[in-house]
C-alpha cells in the first residue's frame, strides 16, 4: 500500500478538500451522468453516490493532483454497476397503477403514451444531441469525456481504465459514427459532405 493511500485527512483537511477540489465540478458530473443515463433523476442519483463515495475513500485520494479525472472515474464505475444491476433485474410493472388508470373515467383510449417520445421530450432536442445519444455508451462516453469535458487522453484511459490506444480508437471509430450520423443533417444545412 502506497503512502497515498495510508495517508490520514483530518476531518478539517477532508472537508477542506470535498469544498474546494471536489465541489467545483459539479455541473461536469452531472453533465456527464445525464448524458449516460439520460434521466436527470437518475442522473442527480448518480452525482450523489458519487460524491458520498468520493468522501468516503477520501484517504484514497491525494491532494493536489486531478480531482476532476478521480471523480470522474469514480462515476463511471458506479453507472456500469448500476447498469449491470438492473439489466440483470426484470422489468418492473405496477399493475395496480395500470389498471386504476385504464379503469378510470379519465382515461383517452386513443392516447397511450409513445415511450420513445416520452424519452427525448426533454432532452436538448436537436440532431446533434441525438446523434450523440444513440451511440453506444463506451463511444459516448469517450467523446463526452474528450471533446466535451477537455480530458487528455492519459486521463481518458484512467478515467475508463482501458489502454491510451483503446481509447484513440474508441475515440475515432464514435467520432466516425457519429459523423456518419449526422451527415444528412449537415448536407441540410448547406455543408459540403463528400469525401476527399
Given at each position: 500500500m502506497s503512502e497515498v493511500q495510508r495517508k490520514k485527512y483530518s476531518d478539517k483537511d477532508k472537508n477542506n478538500i470535498f469544498d474546494h477540489e471536489f465541489m467545483p465540478h459539479i455541473d461536469s458530473m452531472y453533465n456527464f451522468a445525464y448524458r449516460l443515463t439520460f434521466d436527470e433523476d437518475d442522473a442527480k442519483d448518480l452525482v450523489q453516490d458519487t460524491y458520498l463515495k468520493a468522501y468516503r475513500f477520501i484517504n484514497s485520494f491525494e491532494k493536489g493532483t486531478n480531482a476532476k479525472a478521480w471523480l470522474f472515474r469514480i462515476l463511471k464505475n458506479s453507472f456500469i454497476n448500476e447498469?449491470?444491476?438492473k439489466s440483470k433485474q426484470p422489468a418492473k410493472v405496477d399493475y395496480q397503477e395500470v389498471e386504476t388508470y385504464y379503469n378510470s373515467d379519465n382515461v383517452d383510449y386513443s392516447m397511450t403514451s409513445d415511450l420513445r417520445v416520452d424519452?427525448?421530450?426533454d432532452m436538448l432536442g436537436d440532431e446533434i444531441s441525438n446523434a450523440l445519444?444513440?451511440?453506444a455508451v463506451d463511444f459516448r462516453t469517450v467523446i463526452i469525456l474528450c471533446d466535451l469535458e477537455g480530458f487528455t487522453y492519459e486521463e481518458m484511459a484512467k478515467i475508463l481504465d482501458i489502454?491510451?490506444?483503446t481509447v484513440r480508437s474508441r475515440l475515432h471509430r464514435?467520432?466516425?459514427?457519429?459523423?456518419d450520423k449526422l451527415r444528412s443533417y449537415a448536407e441540410n444545412m448547406g455543408y459540403d459532405t463528400e469525401e476527399e
Open positions: 447498469y449491470r444491476k424519452a427525448v421530450k445519444n444513440s451511440l489502454p491510451i490506444g464514435a467520432r466516425n459514427l457519429l459523423k
